[in-house]
């Protein structure tokens, strides 16, 4: 069963990238401005996944369905190939490679820098993802590292927010779920103890 429903994850998930490769290479509509098509697309796919890699967690406490766990680091990989496609255009189409340019955006712009920062931690979180690496950290250390997926998950928020300025609808509902995702996992592990004073 989950074999063949991972399948159906990587289907569903590649969709949008299948998409846009489409409408490139057959003219089709990506809007007056492509190249912030398809920024703003790639980027929003990869907030979304990243919420719903974190969102696994409390889905396996609510409903007891313990496999559920098992979709958290495809869902997390696929956010940061989301988030890689999102920088790339950026980094190819918008700035030609010039590293130089790149730099003083990064250093100029906050939500760039905040996007740069959030890339960097999603990269180290997928080169980390493997059960080797969870062998050579020990699992604590592992585990504590990969909580590093929150601090992403509200800066990807903050760049996108920052990136929009003025129709904050679509950073809102995301900043709402992420605020909320936290809360739980701060309500449960402060209940135990709350519990235990009582």
């Known amino acids: 069963m989950i074999p063949a429903l991972k399948a159906v994850v990587w289907v569903v998930v590649l969709v949008p990238a299948v998409r846009l490769v489409s409408l490139i290479l057959t003219g089709g509509d990506l809007t007056p401005n492509p190249i912030e098509y398809i920024t703003h697309q790639t980027g929003w796919y990869a907030l979304l996944l990243l919420v719903v890699s974190i969102s696994m967690t409390p889905a396996r406490k609510l409903t007891g369905w ?3 766990i ?9 956010s940061f190939f989301y988030a ?7 980094f ?13 955006d990064i ?12 890339l960097v931690m999603l990269l180290l979180l997928a080169a980390t993802s493997t059960t080797g690496w969870i062998r050579r950290l020990g699992g604590r250390r592992w585990r504590r590292l990969h909580r590093l997926v929150y601090g992403a ?5 903050l760049h996108f927010w920052w990136l929009v300025k003025s129709d ?4 809102l509902a995301f900043g ?11 309500w449960w592990k402060i209940k135990p103890r709350a519990l235990s004073r009582s």
């Open 66 to 68: 313990h496999p559920v």
């Open 70 to 78: 098992k979709f958290r680091r495809l869902l997390g990989l696929f």
């Open 84 to 90: 890689v496609l999102h920088f790339s255009t950026w």
């Open 92 to 104: 190819v189409f918008d700035k030609f490679f010039d590293v130089a340019e790149m730099g003083k």
């Open 107 to 118: 250093v100029k712009r906050p939500y760039i820098t905040l996007g740069m920062t959030a």
């Open 153 to 157: 998950a509200v800066i990807g928020v």
């Open 168 to 171: 904050i609808r679509e950073p």
């Open 176 to 186: 709402v779920a992420v605020a909320v995702l936290l809360g739980m996992r701060v």
